[in-house]
């Protein structure tokens, strides 16, 4: 089992930054993908930004230039460092992993960010 938890979200202002942080726990194998989603109010989920184990990074059109993911796999910890804050960043972030081995797909329970205008 993988427990992952989240940490970081809060209330900024539009332009300014954010950083979050995920740390996984349990039963990790080394060949995986972490990444952040996010969910608005009446919206559906949607990528962010993954990163492989060999830190092929991957980033949604919206985030581009604005947010950074990395990883440290000696802390199996997650960070995405969200720069340019907008309004419409304003959603509940939610950390996955995925063992690309086993299939296996795990997500923390969130973390809200609000983004003021």
């Known amino acids: 089992q993988v427990q992952l938890v989240e940490s970081g979200g809060g209330l900024v202002q539009a332009g300014g930054s954010l950083r979050l942080s995920c740390a996984a726990s349990g039963r990790i194998s080394r060949i995986n993908t972490m990444g952040w989603y996010r969910q608005a109010p009446g919206k559906q989920r949607e990528l962010v930004a993954t990163?492989?184990?060999?830190?092929?990074?991957d980033y949604a059109d919206s985030v581009k230039g604005r947010f950074t993911i990395s990883r440290d796999n000696a802390k199996n910890t997650v960070y995405l460092q969200m720069n340019s804050l907008k309004f419409e960043d304003t959603a509940v972030y939610y950390c996955n992993l995925n063992q690309v081995v086993s299939g296996m797909t795990y997500w923390g329970k969130g973390t809200l960010v609000t983004v003021s205008s």
């Open positions: 990163i492989t184990s060999g830190d092929r990074t």
